[in-house]
């Protein structure tokens, strides 16, 4: 069977408030609540700063790999050059 770790963790108790005013003033967040959120925001910020992370060593890595092939021809440009009477007509 396929049970839920904790049923107490997440459900439609722990989440929706246990009471709501009249006048529809939104209702404080209970303490479990509080902590999900709060823990779900630091996932996203942890998320988002690993992400960039990524970004920045693969456009790292990227910009080594342009950097190695200009390098390659470079070298390669200044090894051939024409000789002779190639040279004089040109």
Known sequence: RKL??????TGILTDKQDYSFLDG???PLGSGVK???M???EYAETIVKLSKEIDFAAEK???RIEEKKAAKQRKIDSKLKP???LLLNS
């Open 4 to 9: 839920v770790p904790n049923p107490n963790k």
């Open 39 to 41: 823990k779900q925001r």
């Open 61 to 63: 890595y990227n910009k």
């Open 83 to 85: 000789k002779g009477h």
């Open 35 to 37: 902590r999900r959120v």
């Open 25 to 27: 003033r939104p209702v």
